[in-house]
């Protein structure tokens, strides 16, 4: 069993900065691939970062890439989410996601069995 809670949400303005994390707990996690995923108003959920096991490897969306940033540290149980140059299309619920069945890097939303609260992240024009 794992459980999940986001945090680091808020308010920015465009161009701005925020850091979202996600603390696991669980025996699992360090062997876990781990995703950042977001719903926008009206939208469909979608995928925006995954990260290996290890850390080495990592995915992002072509609308985050080169803005955003996922790490994770396995001794903390954390996994981040470094969030730059936002633009107000960044707004939307996110949502932390492990996977209890495959430490590489998976992108794939079906793959990913525990998943946080979400933490709204909101960007104003």
């Known amino acids: 069993q794992v459980q999940l809670v986001e945090a680091g949400g808020g308010l920015v303005q465009a161009g701005g900065s925020l850091r979202l994390s996600c603390a696991a707990s669980?025996?699992?996690?360090?062997?876990?691939?781990m995703g950042w995923f977001r719903r926008a108003p009206g939208k469909e959920r979608e995928i925006v970062a995954v990260?290996?096991?290890?850390?080495?490897?990592?995915y992002y969306a072509d609308s985050v890439k080169g803005r955003f940033t996922i790490s994770r540290d396995n001794a903390k149980g954390t996994v981040y989410l470094q969030m730059n140059s936002l633009k107000p299309e960044d707004t939307a619920v996110y949502y932390c996601?492990?996977?209890?069945?495959?430490?590489?890097?998976?992108?794939?939303?079906?793959?990913?069995?525990?998943w946080g609260q979400g933490t709204q992240v909101t960007v104003s024009s």
């Open positions: 669980g025996r699992t996690f360090s062997s876990s691939s």
């Open positions: 990260i290996s096991w290890s850390g080495r490897s990592t």
């Open positions: 996601a492990a996977s209890s069945r495959y430490g590489d890097r998976v992108v794939e939303e079906y793959k990913y069995d525990y």
